[in-house]
């Protein structure tokens, strides 16, 4: 199933020119989504892979445009990371999704993790540990409540990216690597870093029916994983037969349309409630 909104249009025309107008038009414009409040957040349950139960939510943004209506991040992160827009916006994020993982908490459902996209550019910036040590304090979420997500491109820059881990870790807050397998970097950091999860991309998860090389390299990648202490995440997983290899396997978690989409928070909120009472 498609995303609503996703290919629907196309924000870029083919020319370069043309490219960076749109650019400053999309800049022009996500400044003022961000200060009218048209940025929202989606939730997707992650889910214990043995008995189902949520473990954690992902908060995924959305931009609710008034004329173009729900604009998918693929359509905006991109030009937000290249502007740094991304900083106050990834912020907005983060205060966001602590302080709403604080409410469910605070409505006596079960106490979950929230989990966070970061960008390197945003995940780089020196003030980055303090930021999230002040959303923690105001919102009132402990930090192992707390998960951020990065990606294999944001440990290329080793030192910085060694030392704001280091901080994180003492702070409390856990650390997963986002579309883990997709990027061009060597495994060395696997060792050196303090982290806590592996995310397997949905683009091993998706074929794997079809795909022996797939189910080659999600099974070699939860095997290292456990080798190496950490905890593994699929994510994107639609099928039965998905979770199954999966569970087989000893995958910890799953996320995927075959619990649920991302949501809205009110709908989730219903879905954990639902959930809650089974
Ligand atoms: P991601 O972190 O890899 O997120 C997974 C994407 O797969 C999400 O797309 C999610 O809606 C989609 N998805 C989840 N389960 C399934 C499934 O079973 N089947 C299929 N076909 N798709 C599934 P989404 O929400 O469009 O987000 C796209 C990307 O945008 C994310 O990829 C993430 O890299 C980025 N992103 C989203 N929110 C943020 C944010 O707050 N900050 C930053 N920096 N990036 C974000
Ligand atoms: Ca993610
Ligand atoms: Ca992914
Ligand atoms: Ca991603």
Redesign the pocket.
Known sequence: ?K?RG?NSYHMFAPDLQQITSDKMFIQNELNRALALGELT??Y?PQVNASDGTIVGM?????WNHPERGLV???QF?AVA?ETGL?VP??AW?LQTACQQNKVWQDLGLPPIRVA????AR?FLKKDFTQMVADILEQTGLAPHFLEL?I?ESTMIDVHRASNTLAELKQLGVYIAI??FGTGYSSLSYLKEFPLNRLKI??SFV?DMKKSASNRAIVSTIISMAHHLELKVIA????TNDELAFLQEHLCEEV????FS??LPLEEITSYMQEQTLK
């Open positions: 199933a995303e996703k957040l989606y997707q992902e908060a995924l943004i959305r998918s991040p693929d992160i990371e991304i916006i990834g994020v966070v996209n970061l960008s945003q997500e990606t986002d579309d991309d949905r998706r994510e994107g997983v639609e996320q995927g349309y075959l989409k991302p």
